[in-house]
Each structure stands twice: as structure tokens, then as C-alpha cells.
């Protein structure tokens, strides 16, 4: 079984200061995980995976995560929030073999001016 | 490209009403689903096709129905709508099964 826990469903951050958003998993098989942000109305875009390899994955945006398999973490940061960065972020994890995604229920990021 | 569409964009059912949810993607790819978008609760799958004539149940399956008989299409059914059913609705499409792109969503109430 797999699920995940998105700790703090409303995030506030300076313009210019770091971006943390957490993300925990668990999950009976090799992890694969993803962040995804929403824009107000729109879908959902791919930010950044991991599935093997390189633990720290880079994404768009200046985005980055780290998978630390001892936390069951896959948090994702920027070093400097900017206001065009204010969405809704989700994370989720599938697995090899299996097609099912399991979503967060998702954090909105608000960046302050 | 296109990417993924889906039509409606917004529809309103009255309890016990049918009706079918248009997803389509013109980029070849085998793997496509369904979720649903609730305040809250993030999204959780409907169903999914890995391709064209196979499909399977996800989370939230109730409800609903499916079928792929083309790489091209995947629509969605309400059977018998339901106020339990309001929710916002997005298709996915993925060459690899898992990178996935999403439609911009149909969002639908039903009263």
C-alpha cells in the first residue's frame, strides 16, 4: 500500500526568502515520487520525479527535491520564493509496475510581498 | 500539439441525469486516467487505461464508467448523478505511465 502526508495544507513565505514544502511517503515498494503545482484553474504540471538514481532532482522553476529513503521524505525547496510561485503544490508517489498514483492533499504556497 | 482536452469545461446535472465527459490526447500515448479534484482531498483516481480496449478501477470507482476503444479518447460516464459527485474533474495521459500530462479539468456540479 502506498500513501502520502503533506504536512501544512497553507504555506506563507517572503518574496525572496527559502520555499520548504514537505512531503512524507510510505510505500511497500520502490518508491517513484513527483511533485506537481497547480496554477488557479488549470491542470496539474509535472515540477520534478524521482524514480532511480540521483537522490537530489532538479525541476523546473528552480524547483528541487531530495529523496531521503531513511526519512521517507521527498521535500521540495527553492532557495528564493518569487511571486509568481504562488499555487498549489501536490505531492505524489507511484511505483514500478503499478500505473496507481497516490496525491497529497496538496499545499497552497502564498508568497508575500 | 494539442496535449490532453476535455470537454465541457463546466456542466451542471440535476440528480439522476447522465452524461459523459470527453478527454482526448493527440500525443500517443497508451496510459490515461481519470480523477477527481476535491477541496481538501487532493486527487484521487477513477479509473485508467494503460491502453487502448484495457481498462481498471482506481480509488474512487462508484459511479462512474469507462471505456478506451481508441489511444486517442478516454470518456468519462456518469451512470446516475449525484450530489456526492460535484467535484472537478481531470483527465491524464502519459507515454511512460508515469509523467503525467493533465487536462485542464471540467468542472462539474451536480444539484
Known amino acids: 500500500a502506498q500513501s502520502v502526508t503533506q504536512l501544512g495544507s497553507h504555506v506563507s513565505v517572503s518574496e525572496g526568502a527559502l520555499v520548504l514544502l514537505r512531503c512524507n511517503y510510505s510505500?511497500?515498494?520502490?518508491?517513484?515520487l513527483f511533485w506537481y503545482v497547480q496554477y488557479p484553474n488549470q491542470g496539474l504540471q509535472l515540477l520534478l520525479k524521482?524514480?532511480?538514481?540521483?537522490?537530489l532532482v532538479k525541476g523546473i522553476n528552480g524547483f528541487e527535491a531530495e529523496f531521503k529513503k531513511s526519512e521517507t521524505s521527498f521535500h521540495l525547496t527553492k532557495p528564493s520564493a518569487h511571486m509568481s510561485d504562488a499555487a498549489e503544490y501536490f505531492c505524489a508517489v507511484s511505483g514500478p509496475g503499478t500505473y496507481k498514483y497516490i496525491f497529497g492533499t496538496g499545499t497552497r504556497l502564498k508568497v508575500l510581498a | 500539439n494539442a496535449g490532453v482536452t476535455q470537454t465541457p469545461k463546466f456542466q451542471v446535472l440535476k440528480t439522476g441525469q447522465s452524461m459523459t465527459l470527453q478527454c482526448a490526447q493527440d500525443?500517443?500515448?497508451?496510459?490515461m486516467s481519470w480523477y477527481r479534484q476535491d477541496p481538501g482531498m487532493g486527487l484521487r483516481l477513477i479509473h485508467y487505461?494503460?491502453?487502448?480496449?484495457?481498462?481498471d478501477q482506481g480509488e474512487v470507482p462508484n459511479g462512474y464508467n469507462v471505456s478506451r476503444s481508441t489511444t486517442e479518447d478516454f470518456p468519462l460516464r456518469l451512470l446516475s448523478a449525484a450530489p456526492s459527485q460535484t467535484s472537478v474533474y481531470f483527465c491524464?495521459?502519459?507515454?511512460?505511465?508515469?509523467?503525467?500530462?493533465f487536462g485542464p479539468g471540467t468542472r462539474l456540479t451536480v444539484t
Open positions: 487505461s494503460v491502453g487502448a480496449g484495457i481498462t
Open positions: 510505500s511497500s515498494v520502490p518508491p517513484y
Open positions: 491524464a495521459s502519459s507515454k511512460t505511465g508515469y509523467e503525467q500530462y
Open positions: 500525443m500517443n500515448h497508451e496510459y
Open positions: 524521482y524514480t532511480t538514481g540521483a537522490t
